[in-house]
């Protein structure tokens, strides 16, 4: 899909879980998001510095996550639903103690018509579909856990349609 033909650019992450060395997360955002349009952050940002960064980096929206501090909870909302080109969006970090991260997250919009439905919390990046809805979790582009590299998703929305790729990262590039 050529850019002229896009009409949104997101980057889309979660689970940044920083707490001190803003600067990495800094370097990620500059050498795969500079030319994004927006950023979406899907929860567990844990400091305010990260929230903070990100507002003034680009276009931003995000939710809270269960690692948050009060002071992130008290800015952003546990739950979203945003309308981008169209397109209905649902967002939730994936906490909770019943089911998958996957299956709460979708529960959580059942009442909701959601296009697309965007999480985080098990640090394991997918892209997939549930009766119609797009379901996306980015992982995460600094604490990746068990994953192999670190990730990211790229989300295009256009009306013609919606261009979604994951992107994955090994630590040298990081």
Known sequence: MERANINLKI???ADTHITKDLNRLKTFLEKHLSDVDMIIHAGDFKSIEVLNLLREFKSF???WGNNDSDEIKALLNETEIIELEGYRIGLFHGHGSRGTTIERA??????VQADVIIFGHSHQ???TTRQGVLLLNPGSP???RKERWFS???MELSAAGINTRLAFVPASLI
């Open 11 to 13: 980057g889309i992450i």
């Open 61 to 63: 929206t995000g939710i």
């Open 152 to 154: 990211f998703i790229i």
């Open 142 to 144: 600094i604490s990746k």
């Open 106 to 111: 979708y529960s959580r919009f059942s009442d």
């Open 125 to 127: 990046p997918v892209i």
